[in-house]
């Protein structure tokens, strides 16, 4: 990678993943994987919202979608 033009690192939200990042690969473009977003959103959507469907719906389905809608998803800025 060292030689490489241009480094696309994806990966999920674990912080010490972007610190090696940015320790190692300060020059690299960093993407958070959408899958592990939808992962997570609805890990913290049944902590909230317990066993209501619908309102874990009414929460992650709007976050997900505007993040889908961009072109590089939260790091658009």
Known sequence: MAQAETVLVVADGAVWIWNLVGDRFKDATSRVDI????EHLW???KAVFGKDKSEMEKWVRPLLKYLESRKDGAADG
């Open 35 to 38: 899958w592990h977003v939808r």
């Open 43 to 45: 890990t913290v959507a």
